[in-house]
Each structure stands twice: as C-alpha cells, then as structure tokens.
T-cell receptor, first 114, second 115 residues
Framework: EPEVTQTPSHQVTQMGQEVILRCVPI?????FYWYRQILGQKVEFLVS????????KSEIFDDQFSVERPDGSNFTLKIRSTKLEDSAMYFC????????????FGPGTRLTVT | AQKVTQAQTEISVVEKEDVTLDCVYE???????LFWYKQPPSGELVFLIR??????QNEISGRYSWNFQKSTSSFNFTITASQVVDSAVYFC????????????FGTGTRLTIIP
C-alpha cells in the first residue's frame, strides 16, 4: 500500500541553524501539507501546497519557514534559523484531491532544537 | 474560524468494554468534512474515517462506529468490545470548503484499554 515517507526520523540541531525536513508524498497525490505537533499537544496546520505554490498557510508559518517541491517526488520544509520553540514533531501529509479528501500522514520527523 | 473540541482528555476502560469518544465542532461553512485519526504510541497519524456535512448516516466498520449529528454539531466515535490495541490518542478533525481545506484538529483523547 502506498505511503508517505519522511526523513530523517529524528533531527537534533542547535538554535539558529537551518534544517530541511524531507517528505515523499504518495505518488498520484496532488496536494501536500505540513503540520506540527508540539509534544503532548494537538496537531497544528502549517502550510498547504498545490501546483507548485502555497495555497494556504497559518500564522505559525512565518518568514523563517519555506516549502519546496524540488523535483517530481520530494516535498521539503525548510526552517531558516531554528528557535527552541520549533522543537516538535513535523508531519507531512498528502491527498489525492482537496475539498474533504482524506489526508495521509507520514511517520513524522522529530525536531529537537538545543 | 473553525474549532474542534474534544472535552475528554483521557479515558480508561477495561478490555471488552464499549467506549465513546466525543467530538463537537464549530464552523461557518455549510459544506465541511469531519475526520477521525488515531495516533498509536508509535506516533504516526492513521486515518480512520471521513464524513461530509450532507451525509448524516451513521457508519459502522467492524468494532468502530461513528454518530454524526448536525443538530448538535457532534461527531462521536464508539469502539465496541475494546481491545488493548485500541490504546492510542484519537483526534477528531474538521476541514472546510474552497480555500479552507486544512485540517483543524481537536486536542485529542488519550484512550487506555486496561487488560
């Protein structure tokens, strides 16, 4: 069964460093998303991406964040200068269509900023 | 703005008991979609079900059933004859229509099944 994959599973970085989180969505999916979950809290939307551009973003997704689909398979989230409060589990998701189609989530990347 | 409330933070039941997880939502959209996701201890998010706002039929899938009531803005999830493998955090989520397709999650209910 097709699945969303994410690398790395765990990333430790120092405050102020840049990190890139990678995702490979399900191959026939057209809509891509990033969410994050601070430990023990709810899952929060960051950004959605379709047709090579951002379709929606939350207030969390400020200028320190960017997304890219550098080729036909990868979808990346870059955090330019990490802060302690960026420590969280980051989930990538993809869906075949929008408007209520189920989003399938990857296993997550745990980002720890020290 | 969309909002999902899961008032039950933690529930513990003995194996084989039935358990219902509550979900109440708020939205201004007339077309919207409701979801349940399971997050087992391993951490991934597993899709369980999707309903749209025009379909109020209850759904049953094995030991799982869902009760959607538009009149009370609720989308409750019942597990019948619970098993230890059902132990997880369960999230209810809501998405809207055009331009509002993101998932808005509730805070989750941690379900522990005691053997």
């Amino acid at each position: 069964e097709p699945e969303v994959t994410q690398t790395p599973s765990h990333q430790v970085t120092q405050m102020g460093q840049e990190v890139i989180l990678r995702c490979v969505p399900i191959s026939n999916h057209l809509y891509f998303y990033w969410y994050r979950q601070i430990l023990g809290q709810k899952v929060e939307f960051l950004v959605s991406f379709y047709n090579n551009e951002i379709s929606e973003k939350s207030e969390i997704f400020d200028d320190q964040f960017s997304v890219e689909r550098p080729d036909g398979s990868n979808f990346t989230l870059k955090i330019r200068s990490t802060k302690l409060e960026d420590s969280a589990m980051y989930f990538c998701a993809s869906s075949e269509q929008t408007f209520g189609y189920e989003q399938y989530f990857g296993p997550g990347t745990r980002l720890t900023v020290t | 703005a969309q909002k999902v409330t899961q008032a039950q933070t933690e529930i513990s039941v003995v194996e084989k008991e039935d358990v219902t997880l509550d979900c109440v939502y708020e939205t201004r959209d007339t077309t919207y979609y409701l979801f349940w996701y399971k997050q087992p201890p391993s951490g991934e998010l597993v899709f369980l079900i999707r309903r749209n706002s025009f379909d109020e039929q209850n759904e049953i899938s094995g030991r799982y059933s869902w009760n959607f009531q538009k009149s009370t803005s609720s989308f409750n999830f019942t597990i019948t004859a619970s098993q230890v493998v059902d132990s997880a955090v369960y999230f209810c989520a809501l998405s809207g229509y055009f331009g509002n397709e993101k998932l808005t999650f509730g805070t989750g209910t941690r379900l522990t099944i005691i053997p």
